[in-house]
């Protein structure tokens, strides 16, 4: 009897989901412009879509706090932007309350459940929510413009099945919200690659901080500096992933892949190209453990879609044609009009030395775990 063919990805996305994240201010028309992308490849097809579910308030509170969501309800609501208790609540600056904000972090809250779930039913290996990954949010405050922590909704659902969880967070910023969620079990391992320097947010995510409790050593923080390209990242990345793995060895993965990493973002750090991101997603995909999808950062909009279009091609197992097709958006992808991203000419400032000094440090430290 031959093996049955391997289940299409989840793709969680529906016209109402794209309109509702198109609204965020930071990154206007940016799910309509990775769908379309997306779509204009032809990758759909492969793929089963599915509409998501908005998150409940019980599902949310699994996660936030009630008094949280409710004054998010309430400033939703009104569009109330000045509100005397919302800076509290982490909101104003960074996390502005535009009229609707709630229902939208309900509806990506909703997504990453809904991929989890459907990962959780067997659907899937694979879950997709591009418009997810909003890792910044604490259970009773926004932060850095996220306003409801999906992808630690995504992980408590997957909890429920699966006993270890291991998160890896690849967005050019620390994964400070759901390390923090889980900094005191040994149940869920976060791993975060990001830019770690003075005055840079969120300001945490050194390779000595790594868990509480009995979450110690469960927390694994790998600070880079500016101007890394594909090649080195790649290295690291590769390096820890597999002293993680072989030491945790987890039952399912939850990934965040946001792309202001790549060259070209308003954040100008890193130097990465979609090829080296890639290349760390095959890698975590070759472990064929039920694994949820998530965007994140990304302000430039046109290489952002062609980061998690290329992305989708490698889950999907195929190679995109460079020529970028006709579609809605056509015109923000010039002067060049391809799907690659060419590193721009900046200096590398990750010394040899102080990498393996970073990657030895991590290795002690996974010793610990049992």
Known sequence: MEAAPPLPPVYVCSPEYLALCDSLCKVPKRASMVHSLIKAYSLLDHMRIVKPKVASMEEMASFHTDSYLQHLQKVSEEGDDDHPESVEYGLGYDCPTTEGIFDYAAAVGGASITAAQCLMDGKCKVAINWPGGWHHAKK??????????????????????????????????????????????????????????PGFFPGTGDVSDVGLGKGRYYSVNVPIQDGIQDEKYYQICETVLKEVYTTFNPEAVVLQLGADTIA?????SFNMTPVGIGKCLKYILQWQLATLILGGGGYNLANTARCWTYLTGVILGRTLPSEIPDHEFFTKYGPDYVLEVTPSCRPDRNEPHKVQEILSIIKGNLKHVV
């Open 140 to 197: 009773d405050e926004a932060s850095g413009f996220c306003y409801l922590n999906d992808a630690v909704l995504g992980i408590l659902r997957l909890r429920r099945k699966f006993d270890r969880i291991l998160y890896i967070d690849l967005d050019l910023h620390h994964g400070d919200g759901v390390e923090d969620a889980f900094s005191f079990t040994s149940k869920v391992m976060t791993v975060s690659l990001h830019k770690f320097s």
């Open 264 to 268: 070209g973002d308003p954040m100008c």
